[in-house]
């Protein structure tokens, strides 16, 4: 059986209340539940939420010495600045999909910046709910 984590970072624990225009009106437990009934029990899923850099990068390194098969990340707005999330996910050994809900190469230039991206497998951006749920289903094989 794949168990994977699931590493939400900063303001995805608004989501419902915060842009709804670009994230939507669901909750992050909404996306939960939406991922694991589209999963249908293929897979064993963790989720971790923390508006916390330090409390990522420590979340990350646990997952070092645990059984993971992959690690999904939506890293928020770490995504564009954060270089401790970056160095922290270089030490995983297992493949690190980054996703996120919006299309980010559409939005401000900020965003176009993916610094932890550089330290991961794959990257999946821009289909709103469906996104945690494609990036899983790639690592189910
Ligand atoms: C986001 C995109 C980031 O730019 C933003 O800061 C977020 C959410 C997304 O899922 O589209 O917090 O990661």
């Not at 999963?39 to 971790?48: N, P, T």
């Not at 707005?77 to 954060?82: C, E, F, P, V």
């Given at each position: 059986?794949?168990?994977?984590?699931?590493?939400?970072?900063?303001?995805?624990?608004?989501?419902?209340?915060?842009?709804?225009?670009?994230?939507g009106?669901?909750?992050l437990?909404?996306?939960?539940?939406?991922t694991?009934?589209m999963?249908?029990?293929?897979?064993?899923?963790?989720?971790?939420q923390?508006?916390?850099e330090?409390?990522?990068?420590?979340r990350i390194?646990?997952?070092?010495?645990?059984?993971?098969?992959?690690?999904?990340?939506?890293?928020g707005?770490?995504?564009?600045?954060?270089v401790?999330?970056?160095?922290?996910?270089?030490?995983?050994?297992?493949?690190?999909?980054?996703?996120?809900l919006?299309?980010v190469?559409?939005?401000?230039?900020?965003?176009?910046?993916?610094?932890?991206?550089?330290?991961?497998?794959?990257?999946?951006s821009?289909?709103?709910?469906?996104?945690?749920?494609?990036?899983?289903?790639?690592?189910l094989?």
């Open positions: 059986m794949k168990k994977m984590l699931i590493i939400n970072g900063p303001n995805l624990n608004m989501l419902g209340q915060r842009e709804p225009e670009v994230y009106k669901e909750t437990d909404d996306l939960r539940k939406f694991e009934s999963i249908s029990g293929q897979a064993k899923l963790e989720w971790f923390s508006n916390v330090g409390e990522l990068v420590n390194q646990k997952a070092v010495s645990e059984d993971f098969t992959a690690l999904i990340i939506n890293p707005g770490y995504a564009h600045t954060s401790a999330i970056h160095d922290a996910l270089k030490i995983l050994k297992i493949p690190v999909i980054e996703v996120h919006s299309q190469y559409k939005r401000e230039e900020f965003r176009h910046t993916l610094l932890t991206a550089k330290a991961a497998t794959a990257i999946m821009g289909f709103g709910k469906q996104t945690y749920y494609i990036a899983i289903n790639s690592q094989q």
